[in-house]
């Protein structure tokens, strides 16, 4: 059974930092793409960020020099590091894997998702 479970979010004043967690169970971790989905009051999923399983990655140009993605295979996580936050970037985060690999952008590519975690970010 494959479960994807997100810690790390919470309230945090804008300029701070936050680092998401989402630990893989249940599949090849290290074969599968990543992605991490932003989903603010209201509106669909968003791609925020994706890794490949061969480790490139790919970011929404609203994090690009503030977010990075990255993953431990021997630890089954894939990581997101969340700094100079803003109050736009407040959301439920959910983690998702992609059998493909490709970290693509689409939600729609992607296989297992997690519950998600919420990021607040106060201004």
């Known amino acids: 059974q494959v479960a994807l479970v997100e810690s790390g979010g919470g309230l945090v004043q804008a300029g701070g930092s936050l680092r998401l967690s989402c630990a893989a169970s249940?599949?090849?971790?290290?074969?599968?793409?990543m992605g991490w989905f932003g989903q603010a009051p209201g509106k669909g999923r968003e791609l925020v960020a994706a890794?490949?399983?061969?480790?490139?990655?790919n970011y929404a140009d609203s994090v690009k020099g503030r977010f990075t993605i990255s993953r431990d295979n021997a630890k089954n996580t894939v990581y997101l590091q969340m700094n100079s936050l803003k109050p736009e970037d407040t959301a439920v985060y959910h983690c998702?894997?992609?059998?493909w690999g490709l970290g693509a952008s689409s939600p729609r590519e992607y296989d297992y998702w997690g519950q998600g975690t919420q990021v607040t970010v106060s201004s």
């Open positions: 249940g599949l090849p971790f290290s074969s599968y793409g």
């Open positions: 890794i490949t399983s061969g480790g490139i990655t």
């Open positions: 998702a894997s992609d059998h």
